[in-house]
């Protein structure tokens, strides 16, 4: 059994509005999906992702009236994105331009990177990537060729790295690879590598035991989710993690994916999603995230939900 790489990276906003403006037409995604958070449904699920929503690309929002996140230690700390090695110029101007907190380009890890954080302060780091197939949204305005592609390596941090390690090989059959100092001097991080490897199939752990916990907020991460193709295979790792003693919340009907959740002994929310059915599931690909869906268990509440939301453009 192999996890394939990144599914999608679930964070939180409190600015809808804003936040949908940030990813549209600053990071030039294409918003895939507008629903709700379907245990909170007073709150949005915001997606954005590339042009054809592909499973790896997706970055999604809980709107939630909070407060900024406290960062920390027992948290998802970096959010990596991928684009073509010869656009890192173009980003960095482009964020700058927009007074963003931008860092400079340099190598890390072997790789050519880029820092930044959105306006609530959510840490990002682009990151050259490999040659392959992608899918730009044709009404972006970011130009084709410098288009985020999709999601890149996922940095969690850990106090202790013993329990995670073990989590991460033994269950989840990731592949420890190799290591690298944390570019903030905070500790040592560790490559686990899934499917067939690569920077969207890489997640990072860093040893950070000095810093304080972190309480999530506006700008945090909620979760990180891992790619596998399909339902029957998401039974396959319920039984798993039951076999090997690991609480989770068993299978999770989300409509657009199916889910699994469970947290590993850092404290951080893992989920494993399928790439099936996918998003124009409920409407026409054409036009998937322009109007407000809702999975056919909500649907007849469509009308009391939509008043409880806030315009969005």
Do not use: C
């Given at each position: 059994?192999?996890?394939?790489?990144?599914?999608?990276?679930?964070?939180?906003?409190?600015?809808?509005?804003?936040?949908?403006?940030?990813?549209?037409?600053?990071?030039?995604?294409?918003?895939?999906?507008?629903?709700?958070?379907?245990?909170?449904?007073s709150?949005?699920h915001?997606?954005?992702a590339?042009?054809?929503?592909?499973?790896?690309?997706?970055?999604?929002?809980?709107?939630?009236?909070?407060?900024?996140?406290?960062?920390?230690?027992?948290?998802?700390?970096?959010?990596?994105?991928?684009?073509?090695?010869?656009?890192?110029?173009?980003?960095?101007?482009?964020?700058?331009?927009?007074?963003?907190?931008?860092?400079?380009?340099?190598?890390?890890?072997?790789?050519?990177?880029?820092?930044?954080e959105?306006?609530?302060?959510?840490?990002?780091?682009?990151?050259?990537?490999e040659?392959?197939?992608?899918?730009?949204?044709?009404r972006?305005?970011?130009?084709?060729?410098?288009?985020?592609?999709?999601?890149?390596?996922?940095?969690?941090?850990?106090?202790?790295?013993?329990?995670?390690?073990?989590?991460?090989?033994?269950?989840m059959?990731?592949?420890?690879?190799?290591?690298?100092?944390?570019?903030?001097?905070?500790?040592?991080?560790?490559?686990y590598?899934?499917?067939?490897?690569?920077?969207?199939?890489?997640?990072?752990?860093?040893?950070?035991?000095?810093?304080?916990?972190?309480?999530?907020?506006?700008?945090?991460?909620?979760?990180?989710?891992?790619?596998?193709?399909?339902?029957?295979?998401?039974?396959?790792?319920?039984?798993?993690?039951?076999?090997?003693?690991?609480?989770?919340?068993?299978?999770?009907?989300?409509?657009y994916?199916?889910?699994?959740?469970?947290?590993?002994?850092?404290?951080?929310?893992?989920?494993i999603?399928t790439?099936?059915?996918?998003?124009?599931?409920?409407?026409?690909?054409?036009?998937?995230?322009?109007?407000?869906?809702?999975?056919?268990?909500?649907?007849?509440?469509?009308?009391?939900?939509?008043?409880?939301?806030?315009?969005?453009?």
């Open positions: 059994m192999q996890l394939t790489g990144i599914h999608h990276l679930t964070a939180i906003t409190a600015d809808a509005p804003g936040n949908n403006r940030f990813y549209t037409d600053t990071l030039g995604l294409r918003r895939v999906k507008k629903t709700v958070n379907q245990d909170d449904t709150a949005y915001l997606f954005f590339d042009g054809a929503g592909s499973p790896g690309s997706d970055l999604t929002f809980f709107d939630w009236p909070v407060t900024p996140e406290r960062r920390g230690t027992n948290s998802i700390s970096r959010t990596g994105l991928r684009v073509a090695e010869d656009s890192l110029d173009y980003w960095a101007n482009r964020l700058r331009d927009a007074d963003l907190s931008v860092g400079d380009i340099a190598t890390l890890d072997g790789r050519t990177s880029l820092d930044f959105d306006p609530e302060g959510q840490r990002f780091r682009l990151t050259a990537d040659p392959g197939e992608a899918h730009p949204w044709e972006s305005p970011v130009p084709t060729e410098h288009q985020i592609r999709g999601l890149g390596p996922i940095t969690i941090s850990v106090p202790d790295l013993a329990g995670t390690d073990l989590i991460l090989t033994r269950v059959n990731m592949e420890k690879i190799r290591d690298y100092a944390s570019p903030d001097g905070e500790g040592q991080v560790h490559v590598s899934m499917g067939k490897g690569g920077p969207s199939a890489e997640l990072h752990v860093a040893v950070q035991p000095g810093l304080p916990v972190a309480r999530q907020g506006a700008g945090a991460v909620h979760h990180v989710a891992f790619r596998v193709p399909d339902a029957p295979t998401i039974q396959k790792w319920v039984q798993r993690l039951n076999d090997f003693r690991v609480p989770s919340s068993g299978e999770v009907e989300r409509y994916f199916r889910s699994l959740y469970f947290r590993e002994p850092g404290g951080n929310l893992f989920e999603a790439d099936t059915p996918g998003f124009a599931v409920d409407e026409p690909f054409e036009t998937m995230g322009e109007a407000l869906s809702l999975p056919p268990f909500l649907e007849a509440r469509r009308a009391q939900i939509e008043a409880g939301l806030k315009p969005l453009d």
